[in-house]
């Protein structure tokens, strides 16, 4: 069975800190590792990770695959308040399925 | 470009009453697309998906049924609401065929309360 496993499940900081979010998995045939951020209603596409090593970059928003280790993590630096959500990872499989972790809660104080 | 539409919004059902969830993307031709349910929150945790008309693959065990009538179409159904039905369910759509990784996209969302 595919797993999906992100750490923490929830995070309080201030604003300008840095955090660092964590996605491992064990899966069969894996095609992607995803990152979506969720704040009211339906994820939000961030990144889409297939190799191994290459920093994906959006603005503060950071995140990098390890194809050997089986891990993703995703980075936000000089955070704010907009940044509250949800951040949820996934990995894709043959057959286009996606499974999802469990989503880390962040929570950015002012 | 690609929408997808996702509806009704919410919900409030009697247990033991029929549910039906309906989505349509445009934009795009044969999808793949997805029933996902989250609960508290939390995790998605996929219901089924559908690679084409009348193919449905179901991932979990449940009163939960699925139809793909058209090729951009997917519907939710149940014939009888249980309590732990309650949950935000998100249809999605992803391309038919890439040749490394797929994103994945997803409609609003609609609540579902089961009283």
């Known amino acids: 069975e595919d797993k999906v496993v992100q750490s923490p499940l929830s995070l309080v900081v201030h604003e300008g800190d840095t955090v660092t979010l964590n996605c491992s998995y064990e899966v069969t045939n894996f095609r992607s590792l995803l990152w979506y951020k969720q704040e009211k209603k339906a994820p939000t596409f961030l990144f889409m990770l297939t190799s191994s090593g290459i920093e994906k970059k959006s603005g503060r928003l950071s995140s990098i695959l390890d194809k050997k280790e089986l891990f993703s993590i995703l980075n936000i630096t000089a955070t704010q308040t907009g940044d509250s959500a949800i951040y949820l990872c996934?990995?894709?499989?043959?057959?286009?399925?996606?499974?999802f972790g469990e989503g880390t809660q962040l929570t950015v104080n002012p | 470009s690609q929408t997808i539409h996702q509806w009704p919004a919410t919900l409030v059902q009697p247990v033991g009453s029929p549910l039906s969830l309906e989505c349509t993307v445009e934009g795009t031709s044969n999808p793949n697309l997805y029933w996902y349910r989250q609960a508290a929150g939390r995790g998605l945790q996929l219901l089924f998906y559908?690679?084409?008309?009348?193919?449905i693959s179901s991932e979990v065990p449940q009163n939960l049924s699925a139809s793909r009538p058209q090729d951009r179409q997917f519907i939710l159904s149940s014939k009888k609401l249980l309590l732990s039905d309650s949950g935000f369910y998100l249809c999605a759509w992803s391309l038919a065929k890439s040749s490394s990784g797929n994103t994945i996209y997803f409609g609003e969302g609609s609540w579902l309360t089961v009283v």
């Open positions: 559908s690679v084409g008309i009348g193919q």
């Open positions: 996934a990995v894709e499989t043959s057959g286009s399925r996606l499974t």
